[in-house]
């Protein structure tokens, strides 16, 4: 695979990463498009970008990217069905939560060459330290730290700070990681 821009990235999730992906993607020239339950057409094409079906995002899409948060809908929601799907020239991102790829289906299909690769800075079993992914040539794996630069451990530990002083003022918390628990 060259250059990426000018590619096309599916997006399966559009919340805050699924996003903040497609922003960054726009500034590659890359048609993004995305696959989410919640998404209107009116609002994908408000953020410049394409809802489509599932399966016409696994079909025509040279980037896959996983932005989905994980559940029991989504556990292994990713799997053979998918890979089937897509092209042989086609790489899969997955940034989000490593359950959502069924892992024996991913390296039945980067063996068969069913697709190119798989970048992944999540993986099923963590730590990651004894699967096969680790020693395929078309798999990169980072140890869930992807999004790492200065300036993003700052931001981080700025919006935990901000978080921390909002649950002792009794303000609501604006990103909880369980909202079904929040009063």
Same mark, same amino acid.
């Given at each position: 695979?060259?250059?990426?821009?000018?590619? $096309?990235?599916? @997006? %399966?999730?559009?919340?805050? /990463?699924?996003? =903040?992906?497609?922003?960054?993607?726009?500034?590659?020239?890359?048609?993004?498009?995305?696959?989410?339950?919640?998404?209107?057409?009116?609002?994908?094409?408000?953020?410049?970008?394409?809802?489509?079906?599932?399966?016409?995002?696994?079909?025509?899409?040279?980037?896959?990217?996983?932005?989905?948060?994980?559940?029991?809908?989504?556990?292994?929601?990713?799997?053979?069905?998918?890979?089937?799907?897509?092209?042989?020239?086609?790489?899969?991102?997955?940034?989000? $939560?490593?359950? @959502? %790829?069924?892992?024996?289906? /991913?390296?039945? =299909?980067?063996?068969?060459?069913?697709?190119?690769?798989?970048?992944?800075?999540?993986?099923?079993?963590?730590?990651?330290?004894?699967?096969?992914?680790?020693?395929?040539?078309?798999?990169?794996?980072?140890?869930?730290?992807?999004?790492?630069?200065?300036?993003?451990?700052?931001?981080?530990?700025?919006?935990?700070?901000?978080?921390?002083?909002?649950?002792?003022?009794?303000?609501?918390?604006?990103?909880?990681?369980?909202?079904?628990?929040?009063?």
């Amino acid at each position: 695979m060259g250059s990426v821009y000018g590619q $096309r990235l599916g @997006i %399966v999730g559009f919340g805050n /990463l699924g996003q =903040a992906v497609a922003r960054k993607a726009k500034l590659l020239d890359m048609q993004v498009v995305v696959c989410s339950r919640h998404l209107s057409a009116q609002e994908a094409a408000a953020h410049g970008v394409i809802k489509v079906s599932e399966q016409e995002l696994f079909q025509t899409s040279d980037f896959i990217s996983i932005n989905t948060s994980l559940n029991e809908k989504t556990f292994h929601s990713i799997g053979a069905q998918q890979f089937g799907l897509m092209k042989p020239t086609a790489v899969l991102i997955n940034t989000a $939560r490593g359950p @959502i %790829v069924d892992e024996k289906a /991913l390296i039945d =299909a980067l063996s068969k060459g069913q697709i190119a690769g798989a970048c992944l800075d999540v993986c099923e079993q963590e730590p990651c330290i004894d699967s096969p992914l680790l020693r395929m040539s078309n798999v990169l794996i980072t140890p869930h730290v992807g999004f790492y630069s200065d300036a993003s451990a700052d931001k981080l530990a700025a919006s935990v700070a901000q978080e921390a002083v909002r649950i002792c003022l009794g303000q609501p918390v604006l990103h909880p990681v369980r909202p079904d628990i929040v009063r």
